[in-house]
Each structure stands twice: as structure tokens, then as C-alpha cells.
């Protein structure tokens, strides 16, 4: 075994809220890696969210169903810190081991951290356990913080994409309605077995179709696929290697998509190989063959329901991996993991309303890797169970809770990344963007300034060619706050027409269906009423006499802006996106 000297922990995130000052003993975060880093590097810490009764200990069979699918395949647990003495370094390793177990099973034996947290100091200490077998724990001393990470992380990384739609038929006896539970397992098992038949055929390409050199596409066949070999044992091809042999191929061979100016290195500006797949149920026999068909016969009737789930996996890869084991080692393991976690939510309901599920990739601010989230969208992204789901979310990846980053409207778009050309040929919007920035002064001397934070479209009166003329200002008003909801992300539905916003209202019931195609003008309250109906956002209604009494408001919608920061309505004529104020003389000009 190394010593000391020659050995030191890498770690491409800044440890700072990793605060364990005043918590319990016990297991905090896991340590997350890649087999394409050098060994013991950390590229992002994630906090352990489950615990057993006795706090100290973490659940592991929880904590690995949400990171089965949640760590993208090309990225894994490597460790795990602890907080309090040198002594909790073993059971941050045990911990860590029983969970890699947990998720990647017996035989990925490899070196695994053990990290711990001063309670006084916060200093962390690093430890490294060989493997399974080893007795003692070799204390790390050196540690650098890499200084460009991202860099670090994508310079020679690519993503990997792969989506499949799937049809299970499921036959079941209406005696025994719960042989469709059975049923759906066998078929399950039936997937994972085609996607590792040598007759599977997997398609990669360049999802940069923009590229002016496009490498032509790559058949791997399933019989060429190696399931036996570990990824840290893999041999890196050269770059250069061009072979004509798809098995001799490396994820290189698709080239480094071009764009204007300084690479910028993250997730989002990754090359990006997609991946189909596809079932070869002929073979390579040349002989002449009649269409067959079996009869099943049953006992008794028979119901058969069909489940329709899409599979959408992203993984990591090195660009030096060969892409054969990019297929057998990311590629199908991540759809097999899919497959089991869909397994689990929909075998609860299966014969009542199964619900909606979908996948998600996102790559949150500090966090260097992309991540996978499955939402179950049935009753829409802000129904409360998936409101406590993206709570949870956000306290595991360490995101401030004020801000939709795990929202659907800010998860990654494939169809748009890597296609510079195709985005800057599309239309762009006919509507004015945040028209109070370059106004002049209001004349408020001594002032205080109190803006909207984040983008806005102005919608007005005639806009669209849409004749609203007598309407009244609210329809326009409301538009507008919708649209500075949809730009910083914090819903993806569309801005309702005139007659969507009158749809909901005779929805909720607050109008008669005759309402619908008039023009009837609506106030504040009708206002709050949609927002609430297709945001689930609560408003405040404040009633004024007149607008001399505006001024005595003034701090209040300063308060609001410098905390909530949306625009403002203000009935009869305006929606408001600044203020200036001056206390003492309690004078106040907004637009």
C-alpha cells in the first residue's frame, strides 16, 4: 500500500456547507465519483435525507432506491462522510460499502472513502479503505481543491442519451386480479432480457446535427457487448483510433461539436452521443421462413392491459471509452435501473389509475454532474406530493428552497442543445422584455429604488393583432405576471388567451358560461382567482380609496418587491415594476 505522501484526495467541489457544527454523530453526506476520475476523487457531496429510529444510522435500503436513478450511470458513490472523531471514519466506510452493494451489487470491490467532520472545528479529515476485505483505514493528508472543475469534469467527458418507449401487455385472470402484479414483474424481466440479447442492436450518433463533420453512425449488436468487464478495468482507446470495427471504437470517434468562441464547460454545452435501440427478431439466417403465429389458450377470462412507460436515460462517459462498454456499462444498466424503479411505483395501482410518470435530467447550480428525477405528473407538477418531493430534492443536492431549479421548465431540453444554428433561425417574441430598465429618474430626490427582480413580457392593449380594445387593463395585467412566472421557471404552462383566462373563472365557478367570448372586464380578485387556478400562487389584495393614497403603501410594495418581487397589479389602470420612495416625505413615483 502507498504511503501517505503519495497518495491525496481530489476535490472538485468547495466543501463549505458541509457544516456539521452541533449535529449528531452519524453519516451526512455521500461521497460521489466517477471510475473515469483518478482514484478518491469527490466530485459533489450529496446529504444522506433517510434515517433508521436511531438518527445516527441512515436507512440504506432507502437511500439507494433515490440514488439509483438520481446519479446519472458514469458517476457512483465513493464514499461517505460522518460527522465527529477520527473513530467514525469505519462506519462512514461500512456505510458507504453496504451501500455501493446496494446499488451496483457484489463484486465492485474498489477504494472507498471515509470522511469526517470536526464538531468544533469543521475540519475534514480523509480516510481510505482498500477494500472489503482490508482491516485498517490509511489516513489521507494531502487534499487539493481543484481549481477549475468543470473543466476537470467535461474537457473529456460526453453524455450519452438513450430514450425508449415501451408497450408491456399484461394478461390477467379476473378471478385474480392480483396475477397482474405477476404478470408486469415477468414482462419487466422479459425487457431486461431482450436489452442484453445478442440480437439487441444499439444506433449511436451525434445529437449535433448543426456540425458541419458529422461522424457517420455506429451499430453495436448485442453479441459484440461485454457484461463481465468492471469500468475501472476498462483500457482507454486513443483518441486517434479510427478503426473501421465498431467494438474497436471509442466515444471520441463522434467529434467535438464546434461552437463559436471559449468552450464553456457544463452539462448543458456537453457533446452529447444518442443512443436508439433496436430489436433484430430476423437474425442473420438467410433462409426462407413462413410468418408464424402462436395460440395461447386460457382456463379461464382473461383481461389484458396495456402499459405504456418511456425509459430516458443520461449517463457520463469518458471520451476515450470504447463505445461498446459505453452500451454494456452505462447505457443498459441505467435503463435497467429505470425499469425497476418504474416497477416499483406502478406496482401499487396498477389496476386502478396508474399514474403518470416521467423523467426528468437537470443540471442544478453546484452541482458538476446532471441528475435524474422521476415525477409522477398525474395531478400536475403542483400538486403537493411532488411539491415534497422537489423539497426533498433540494435538501439532498444542498438548493435553496426560494428558487424552481427542479422545476419541469428548467429541466435540460435535448432537442435544443448542440443545435446553435436551428435556435438562432427561430422566431423570436413580438412582445416587449422588461420595458422600466433605461427609464429615467423619477424625481424623487433621495429616493429609494424598488425594482421587479427577473424578465417580464409586456402585453398591452392590440398586441398579437388581438383586438381587446374596452376590455379593461386586468386580462393584459395578468399576462404579464404569467409570463415573468414562465421566465424564471417557476411553471411551463403557456400564457392564457383572453378566452383561457375566462375559461378558468367559469371553471372555478366564480362565472356564468355566458361569460366566456364577452368582454366583460375583470378586477384584482378575478386576477387572484386564475393565478391561483393554474399556478396554485396565493395573492394579496389591498383596497385603496384613491390614489392619493398610494403614498401611504409605498413601503409595503417596496417590501413585497425586495421579497416576493413580482409585478404588481394595480386595479383600473397599471401593473407595476418599480417604485421609488422616499420615507420622510412620503413621496413616491412607480411605473
Not at 477504494?111 to 467532520?117: E, K, N, R, T, Y
Not at 435544443?416 to 435556435?423: G, Q
Not at 429616493?447 to 421587479?452: F, Q, Y
Request: proline fraction near 6%; glycine fraction near 6%.
Amino acid at each position: 500500500m502507498a504511503d501517505d505522501s503519495n497518495r491525496l484526495v481530489r476535490l472538485l467541489c468547495r466543501p463549505k456547507p458541509l457544516n456539521t457544527k452541533g449535529s449528531d454523530p452519524g453519516i451526512h453526506f455521500w461521497l460521489i465519483g466517477s471510475p473515469f476520475f483518478p482514484p478518491l476523487t469527490v466530485a459533489s457531496f450529496l446529504r444522506r435525507i433517510h434515517a433508521l429510529p436511531s438518527a445516527a444510522s441512515p436507512d440504506l435500503p432507502k437511500e439507494s432506491e433515490d440514488l439509483r436513478t438520481l446519479i446519472p450511470r458514469g458517476f457512483e458513490v465513493v464514499g461517505a462522510l460522518a460527522s465527529g472523531d477520527d473513530a467514525h471514519a469505519r462506519a462512514a466506510v461500512d456505510a458507504a460499502r453496504t451501500l455501493r452493494n446496494l446499488l451496483y451489487g457484489e463484486g465492485t470491490d474498489r477504494p472507498v472513502i471515509g470522511a469526517v467532520c470536526g464538531f468544533d472545528s469543521g475540519e475534514l479529515r480523509f480516510f481510505v479503505s482498500e477494500s472489503e476485505n482490508a482491516t485498517g483505514l490509511e489516513s489521507i493528508s494531502s487534499v487539493i481543491e481543484e481549481r477549475d472543475s468543470k473543466k476537470f469534469v467535461w474537457e473529456n467527458g460526453c453524455l450519452l442519451h438513450c430514450e425508449l418507449p415501451i408497450k408491456l401487455p399484461l394478461y390477467y385472470s379476473l378471478k385474480n386480479p392480483t396475477d397482474v402484479e405477476k404478470s408486469y414483474v415477468q414482462a419487466t424481466e422479459a425487457v431486461i432480457a431482450k436489452l442484453r440479447d445478442p440480437q439487441a442492436v444499439y444506433l449511436l450518433e451525434t445529437s449535433n446535427k448543426a456540425s458541419q463533420d458529422i461522424s457517420p453512425p455506429v451499430i453495436i449488436r448485442g453479441l459484440q457487448l461485454d457484461f463481465s468487464t468492471d469500468l475501472s478495468k476498462i483500457k482507454a482507446l486513443a483518441d486517434d483510433d479510427d478503426g473501421f470495427d465498431a467494438s474497436s471504437l471509442s466515444c471520441s470517434y463522434f467529434p467535438i461539436s464546434s461552437k463559436a468562441g471559449s468552450p464553456v464547460f457544463s452539462a448543458e454545452n456537453a457533446d452529447i452521443i444518442q443512443v436508439s435501440v433496436l430489436f433484430n427478431s430476423l437474425g442473420s439466417s438467410s433462409a426462407s421462413t413462413v410468418p408464424v403465429a402462436e395460440y395461447f389458450p386460457v382456463q379461464e377470462e382473461t383481461r389484458l392491459l396495456i402499459v405504456d412507460i418511456k425509459l430516458d436515460v443520461l449517463c457520463y462517459s469518458s471520451r476515450k471509452l470504447p463505445l461498446k462498454y459505453a452500451i454494456s456499462s452505462l447505457i443498459i444498466p441505467g435503463l435497467v435501473d429505470q425499469l425497476n424503479v418504474v416497477q416499483k411505483l406502478m406496482l401499487p395501482n396498477l389496476l386502478a389509475q396508474h399514474p403518470w410518470l416521467k423523467s426528468y435530467h437537470f443540471s442544478p447550480p453546484g452541482i458538476l454532474h446532471p441528475i435524474t428525477v422521476f415525477y409522477e405528473l398525474s395531478f400536475g407538477e403542483t400538486e403537493m406530493k411532488q411539491v415534497e418531493v422537489r423539497r426533498s430534492l433540494h435538501s439532498r443536492l444542498g438548493l435553496p428552497y426560494d428558487r424552481p431549479l427542479l422545476r419541469i421548465s428548467n429541466a435540460l431540453d435535448f432537442s435544443k442543445l448542440n443545435n446553435n444554428d436551428m435556435v438562432s433561425l427561430q422566431k423570436g417574441s413580438t412582445l416587449l422584455r422588461d420595458v422600466h430598465i433605461g427609464i429615467p429618474s423619477s424625481g424623487v430626490t433621495g429616493g429609494t429604488v424598488s425594482l421587479v427582480q427577473g424578465s417580464y413580457e409586456y402585453f398591452h392593449y392590440l398586441h398579437d393583432g388581438y383586438n381587446d380594445s374596452g376590455w379593461g387593463c386586468a386580462y393584459r395585467s395578468l399576462q404579464t405576471i404569467i409570463s415573468w412566472f414562465r421566465l424564471q421557471n417557476y411553471t411551463s404552462i403557456e400564457v392564457p388567451s383572453h378566452r383561457e383566462i375566462q375559461q378558468t373563472l367559469v371553471e372555478i365557478g366564480d362565472k356564468d358560461p355566458s361569460f366566456v367570448g364577452s368582454r366583460d372586464w375583470i378586477g384584482a380578485i378575478e386576477l387572484s382567482f386564475v393565478l391561483d387556478k393554474l399556478l396554485g400562487v396565493t395573492c394579496k389584495v389591498i383596497n385603496v380609496r384613491s390614489g392619493a393614497e398610494l403614498p401611504e403603501r409605498c413601503r409595503e410594495l417596496a417590501l413585497h418587491f425586495e421579497n416576493q418581487s413580482t409585478p404588481v397589479m394595480i386595479g383600473v389602470y397599471m401593473t407595476k415594476f418599480w417604485l421609488s420612495q422616499r420615507q420622510m416625505t412620503r413621496r413616491c413615483c412607480s411605473l
